[in-house]
């Protein structure tokens, strides 16, 4: 099983900047997106970032042109850098992997237990 680590989170000034990085231990065949997911109290959990191993991005509309994802294929390793950050992006931000545990092909998505991140003056 894979598991995933995040670190990076804290309190921000409005305007300010952080990086979260994850870092992914265990056996595995691949992992075709890794990507980052936040969380507020009382919503859902929205997709704030995703990266496949090529390079290919895809990000939440909230964030385009702020946030940028990261990944160290060899390390499995992703990270989020997040500039111009406002109070709305306060949120638990969670690491998450599509995991292919196999050359057959059997998958899970797994998730680390997520990393608080404020924007507050």
């Known amino acids: 099983q894979v598991q995933l680590v995040e670190s990076g989170g804290g309190l921000v000034q409005p305007g300010g900047s952080l990086r979260l990085s994850c870092s992914a231990s265990g056996s595995f065949f691949s992992m075709p997106v890794m990507g980052w997911y936040r969380q507020v109290p009382g919503n859902q959990r929205e997709m704030v970032a995703g990266i496949a191993p090529g390079g290919t991005t895809d990000y939440g509309d909230s964030v385009k042109g702020r946030f940028t994802i990261s990944r160290d294929n060899a390390a499995n390793t992703v990270a989020l850098q997040m500039n111009s950050l406002k109070p709305e992006d306060t949120g638990v931000y969670y690491c998450?992997?599509?995991?292919?545990?196999?050359?057959?092909?059997?998958?899970?998505?797994?998730w680390g237990r997520g990393t608080q991140v404020t924007v507050s003056s």
């Open positions: 998450n992997a599509l995991v292919i545990r196999d050359s057959a092909g059997s998958r899970y998505i797994s």
